[in-house]
């Protein structure tokens, strides 16, 4: 098949790109690198199937030929950039999703968008399941994000009861792997980059506040299954397997077998508390869960990103099975 992705530069974009190519399928990749990376992408120019195209999906664009699938991935998804760039975040939840469904429309072909957890909010209900409305503040700093992706799934549903197309919605908790950007603000990425340096871990609050945290290759197989359901309602996709975020900093400093110091700092504005996805919907429509355990995904996430930082490749130590469960 055809696929048409934007966002495709980015952390998730690229590994679904990569695993379409393996699977003999076409990708035309679209991207403003605004957040993206080429160099996520560049292993794949050797490939007869891959077209990289430089395009801002915001405005518009064209083309040719037939598309099969619609991905649209593209948004600014880390606190760093979507504080930086609200009207751009805005824009690729609006304008951006606007014109990747009329793509679609255009061509009959599937639509998938990748909406998030933060849909959800600061949450009052605990697990998330899909059916929750969420407790988002409507005018804080993180709305940007926020609403951005609740009127994404409010126009792709929209699209689908108007012109039948054939869509899904994606509700992305947590997720990690290489291709990350050290500096992007997640608390994976950074917990690496600050122990890569001999910095002291950053902990806001007390760190009572809990995550999940889901491997990408677990995340790029719920997507591709979702891709091809007839589910058009959202739907979780995530590691149920919760921590806290002190937790989730004592695993790193297992992983890195020193004496890494953790320091507090105030909890930003509208952070959530808690964050774990109820996935039995996903497991009964998808038979999807995640297969890759923390220890096995942080140990290649941080071996990708002593590789990228040119430093020696020391032991990455195995977590205690305390911190692992």
């Keep these: 098949m055809r696929y048409a992705i934007s966002g495709a530069a980015g952390f998730i974009g690229s590994h679904i790109c990569d695993r379409l190519i393996a699977s003999g399928h076409q990708v035309i990749a679209l991207d403003n690198l605004i957040t993206g990376h080429y160099e996520n992408l560049k292993h794949l120019d050797k490939s007869a199937n891959f077209q990289y195209r430089s395009q801002d999906v915001c405005q518009p664009f064209k083309i040719e030929g037939p598309v099969d699938r619609v991905f649209h991935l593209a948004s600014l998804a880390s606190p760093v950039d979507y504080l930086k760039n609200p009207l751009e975040t805005l824009e690729s939840g609006s304008t951006g999703t606007r014109n990747m469904l009329e793509l679609a429309l255009e061509k009959n072909a599937r639509f998938l968008v990748t909406s998030t957890s933060e849909s959800y909010g600061d949450p009052l209900e605990h697990p998330q399941v899909e059916t929750y409305w969420g407790n988002v503040n409507p005018v804080g700093l ?184």
């Design 142 to 325: 993180r709305s940007c994000y926020d609403e951005s992706k609740r009127y994404a799934e409010a126009i792709t549903m929209a699209y689908h009861r108007v012109h039948g197309l054939k869509t899904n919605i994606a509700r992305i908790f947590n997720t990690y792997g290489p291709r990350m950007a050290l500096n992007d603000g997640r608390v994976v990425p950074a917990f690496i980059d600050q122990a890569l340096k001999g910095s002291k871990l950053t902990v806001f609050g007390d760190g009572s506040q809990t995550r999940s945290f889901c491997y990408i290759s677990d995340m790029v197989d719920g997507l591709l299954r979702l891709s091809e359901s007839d589910e058009r309602y959202p739907v979780n996709l995530g590691n149920p397997a919760e921590m806290t975020i002190l937790q989730f900093a004592k695993a790193i400093q297992a992983k890195f077998g020193g004496d890494i110091e953790i320091e507090y700092f105030p909890l930003p504005s509208d952070d959530p508390k808690l964050r774990r996805p109820d996935i039995t919907k996903a497991k009964a429509l998808l038979n999807w869960e995640p297969k890759v355990g923390l220890d096995d995904g942080l140990s290649k996430t941080i071996s990708y990103f002593k590789q990228l930082c040119g430093i020696p490749m020391q032991p990455v130590y195995s977590l205690p099975k305390a911190i692992e469960a």
